[in-house]
């Protein structure tokens, strides 16, 4: 892929305006700028491009890049890690309380000494 | 390294520790970008799109053009940004990448004839060229200045979109953009004489088609 930051590309010779550079170069006529400002002023918010960016990366990267919903967030969720995290420890306590009760406790051992049997030779 | 009190005597220590620290930050935000970080990506987004899609617009002068061209900028920026060298400010290279990518666009559209283009009222019915200064549609409250300056907005952004993309680049980049010389040369790749020349061509030029169109002169 070429580098579109690095290809100038469509420039035009440089040779063919080299005799421009020895042109005089006038302050910007405020007259002028202010018109080009009044004529080119946006009216309308910037939309917002991010979603569209990603879902063409997505597609064309084939599902490389930004493939999940947690990629494709703005910031990160993290109502949704908090919510989740609680759900856990939530499912953890009620399997405790509802398996406690069924484990019991252990059955008590009396260990009593084997009688030793000496055998006459 | 100078102590806490040289820095204190020496304030321009401290402006160059600033501007250290912002370019180290924006170093290890390249790097980040540069190993395809989906959340430094975001971010960058953020943070230029409405600049690209500004200077887009006020190149293709189409919206919904420059919408879809600014979705395309940031796409080619994320494939690209690995080749990003360093040499000049992100934001530079972004612009540079924009306005190239631009030009092919506008190539493209003037082969498609697509460029719509309206006709403009005539001569007759037009408003004083002296409206043009800080009048414009948005701002009058008045239906008649405000039909004044309307006319006089397309007029000025008709001989935009007449001017040849390399001389409105350097125009809207400069005059618009508020951009150094250097940056302008580090955009478009040429001499720094040349872009000063380009750039008084590009503003005769569109003053005298103004003016002829109008048919008075800038003040």
Partial sequence: ???????????????????????????????????????????????NVLAGVQKRIRERSKGKFYADGWSTAKHPPLNTYLVTSLLMLAILVISYALLSPLVGSPVPVRNQPVPVQLIPR | MADRRDVAAHPVYLADGVADAEEQSERKFIERLAQRDERAFNELVELYEARVFRLLLRMLGRRDEAEDMAQEVFVQIFKAVGTF???????????????????????????????????????????????????????????????????????????????????????????????????????????????????????????????????????
């Fill in chain 1, 1 to 47: 892929m070429s580098d579109p930051g690095t290809d100038p590309g469509t420039e035009p010779s440089d040779a063919v305006e080299g005799g421009e550079a020895a042109a005089t170069t006038h302050e910007p006529e405020e007259s002028l700028r202010s018109m080009l400002r009044g004529a080119l002023r946006e009216e309308e918010p910037p939309p």
């Fill in chain 2, 85 to 219: 060298r360093g040499d000049s400010k992100l934001s530079t290279w972004i612009y540079r990448v924009s306005v190239n990518l631009c030009k092919n666009r506008m190539k493209y559209l003037a082969r498609r004839h697509s460029e719509g283009e309206d006709e403009l009222e005539p001569v007759a019915e037009r408003a004083a060229l002296d409206e043009a200064k800080g009048v414009t549609f948005g701002d009058v409250a008045q239906p008649d200045r405000m039909v004044e300056g309307y006319q006089i907005e397309r007029v000025v952004q008709q001989c935009i979109a007449e001017l040849d993309p390399d001389f409105r680049e350097v125009l809207i980049l400069r005059d618009l953009e508020d951009l150094s010389y250097e940056e302008l040369s580090e955009i478009t790749g040429l001499a720094d004489g040349t872009v000063k020349s380009r750039l008084h061509r590009a503003r005769s030029m569109l003053k005298a088609n103004v003016e002829r169109k109008m048919g008075e002169k800038i003040r």
